[in-house]
């Protein structure tokens, strides 16, 4: 027990007082004459004997109706620590992420747990609060309260190493004050718990869904293409089996498509195809009706008019296998021949190949850097016979290093950079055992550009620097046979492929996506990304030929967006929602060290409650005091 105000306590000495008065009565006796007082000898002893035990017993009520009194001023109470420390600082961590809904006993997990913060008591201390996408310092239980209710869902996931990095930056430097994180999440993560500082109180809320199942539409991509048809394939996924027939649809904008149905009672992971016609534009949608986890439910994903890649090849060299590469449907491929160059033709381009040319003139070296400068794409194959000096100072303006001397050696093209954007997808696995491709003299390159195919002892055979592509050897049939090897394929086609990125069928939000649009604006004219709710202004630089687009965490919602310039639509773009939400593995949190765990969040805020309570007793002293001089006066009157 403690005490306000603990000073007062040195009034108990008071008591002494009619203690004093008791022992020592200072009133004096008076003689009262009797003639027989022998008749009175027993009423004498008993009458004595009475007045001393009320005497005692008024003492005692009186000491006890003044201890309590005394007591009552100095104000007694118990209460915790954390209850008596006034400086509290408290974060409070919302996870809004996709999986959080899933259903709880009283219904979505995020939304019950958001009525449950609407219902917490009132309190003058300040919070700070945030979610996975959204940050709130200092605002009164009130303000927070107001704010809650609006807080929705998105695909953003924060680690737990993120959460308390966050946390430690809403928390002051005062050392001395109580600082308390309040995590409230299903915990949908798998990683490591991390330590946690022994200034800081972790209390979590573990939400757990009813039922741990979801189905989900993973990916869909193009399994085949034909001149007039094309098969889409949507692959779909299940957690815990269920043999009910789960119906799946496929929407061309507001219009049903197809629809058909899945069971999942054999495998947990099926495919569907679609069959689309291949010369229209399709604004897709494949959703399916699953319960539990709302955001994976759809897929959308479109298809525009092809619109063709301009190639042109400058040639001292046959080209054959260039006019075999580059087909008619998907690009506008053109010869040229080093003595019959029309420079106005360069700058329409999207990729220049230079096809071994004997010499490079500072006319076409200029053009050439400022096609670059512009966004094109060059890819350079030299020539055993051509000008170093003049190959050395147009590598030197496209800063790709420069070539030193022609070394007549054979070597094997072994290595291959399968994580480059240029051979991503290629290889279902890393390739250590086919037939390598060598070549018969090359050329010694310094560069800093990064290797996509090397020479078996390390060299580089093939490197890129930013959108400049170089050989380090001729790849005519006399001196390699690269042209008849399966990576030239890969190679040339992708090369052209990114030098004018078109939109893909689908980009995942939040991730860096890049894709070029083919259209050229004028000074201070903008693209936009629309759809019926949203119009987002994305990261833009304007080419010659194209404009390039940058996006990453805008647009976040997931949709079919129309490319927009001046309330013309030039092409669609779809966006959707990672799926690392749809797989529902929790961890126990009981097993984080140091960390206070609880099932509910109103549990939470009891406890919380009970431990900021303080229990004050003077109200009862004062009762206590009342009844005790009740006591004594009854006493006095009634006890003879």
């Known amino acids: 027990m403690q005490f306000k105000h603990p000073e007062l306590l040195y009034a108990l000495f008071l008591l002494l007082i009619p203690i004093f008065i008791h022992l020592f009565q200072l009133r004096k006796f008076q003689k009262v004459d009797f003639t027989n007082v022998a008749f009175l000898k027993k009423v004498t002893i008993q009458t004595r004997k009475s007045s001393q035990l009320k005497k005692w017993l008024t003492l005692f009520l009186r000491l006890v109706a003044l201890a309590c009194i005394i007591l009552a001023f100095v104000q007694p109470f118990t209460a915790s620590k954390t209850a008596l420390n006034t400086e509290k600082e408290t974060v409070i961590y919302i996870d809004n992420s996709f999986s959080m809904q899933a259903k709880g006993e009283e219904g979505p997990l995020l939304k019950r747990a958001l009525q449950q913060l609407y219902e917490i008591p009132k309190s003058s201390q300040k919070i700070n609060w945030f979610t996975n996408n959204e940050v709130k310092k200092s605002v009164s239980i009130d303000e927070f309260k107001k704010e809650v209710l609006s807080i929705d869902y998105t695909q953003k996931q924060l680690p737990l190493r993120a959460i308390l990095l966050k946390a430690n930056q809403l928390f002051s430097k005062d050392i001395n004050a109580e600082k308390k994180l309040i995590m409230i999440s299903d915990f949908q993560q798998n990683e490591a718990f991390p ?3 022994n200034s800081l109180n972790i209390e979590a809320v573990q939400l757990e869904p009813k039922v741990i199942s979801n189905i989900s539409i993973d990916t869909a991509y193009i399994s085949n293409k034909k001149i007039d048809q094309m098969i889409l394939t949507v692959q779909l996924s299940a957690q815990n089996s269920t043999t009910e027939e789960i119906p799946i649809s496929l929407h061309n904008g507001a219009q049903l ?11 947990n ?3 569907v195809e679609f069959n689309l016609e291949t010369k229209k534009e399709f604004n897709g949608k494949v959703s399916i009706d699953e319960p539990n986890i709302l955001f994976d439910n759809s897929l959308y994903f479109n298809i525009n008019l092809t619109h063709k890649i301009n190639v042109i090849s400058i040639n001292d060299a046959p080209s054959k296998f260039t006019q075999r590469l580059f087909n008619e449907t998907e690009f506008n491929y ?13 700058p329409n381009q999207d990729l220049l190949i230079l096809n071994e040319l004997e010499t490079v003139p500072a006319s076409l070296t200029d053009a050439l850097r400022s096609f670059s400068d512009n966004g094109g794409t060059i890819l350079i194959i030299p020539s055993e016979k051509g000008d170093l000096n003049e190959y050395n100072r147009l590598l030197t ?9 022609l070394i007549d050696q054979e070597k094997k093209i072994s290595q291959i950079a399968f994580e480059h954007p240029l051979y991503q997808g290629v290889f279902e696995k890393k390739v250590l055992n086919f037939q390598y491709p060598k070549v018969n003299s090359f050329f010694n390159l310094n560069t800093s550009a990064s290797s996509l195919l090397k020479y078996e002892d390390n060299q580089a055979f093939l490197v890129q620097k930013n959108n400049t592509f170089v050989f380090t050897a001729p790849i005519n049939n006399e001196n390699s046979n690269f042209q008849s090897s399966p990576l030239i394929v890969p190679t040339f086609y992708n090369i052209a492929q990114n030098s004018l990125p078109l939109p893909k069928l689908y980009y995942t939000i939040g991730e860096q996506n890049r894709y070029a649009v083919p259209i ?3 000074q201070d004219e903008i693209i936009k990304l629309q759809d019926s709710l949203h119009s987002i202004i994305p990261l833009q630089q304007s080419k ?3 404009v390039m687009i940058t996006t990453e965490e805008d647009p976040n919602t997931a949709g079919v967006y129309s490319i927009v310039n001046k309330n013309e639509t030039f092409k669609k773009v779809s966006y959707n929602y990672h799926r690392n939400e749809s797989n529902l593995n929790y961890m126990d949190v009981n097993e984080w060290n140091g960390v206070s765990v609880y099932n509910s969040v109103t549990t939470l805020f ?11 007793y003077w109200k009862w002293f004062v009762i206590f005091a009342i009844l005790f001089l009740l006591l004594e006066m009854l006493v006095l009157k009634f006890y003879k």
Request: no cysteine; glycine share 2%.
């Open 195 to 197: 330590e946690i500082s």
């Open 257 to 267: 498509i197809a629809k058909t149905s899945l069971n999942f009672s054999e495998k």
């Open 269 to 271: 992971t099926k495919t």
């Open 334 to 346: 053109k010869y040229l021949s080093s003595n019959n160059l029309d420079y106005s033709e360069l």
């Open 397 to 405: 303006l496209l800063k790709s290093g420069s070539f030193t001397e």
């Open 520 to 522: 050229q604006l004028a």
């Open 544 to 546: 010659s030929s194209h």
């Open 606 to 616: 009891d406890s919380i409650t009970e431990e900021n309570t303080i229990n004050s």
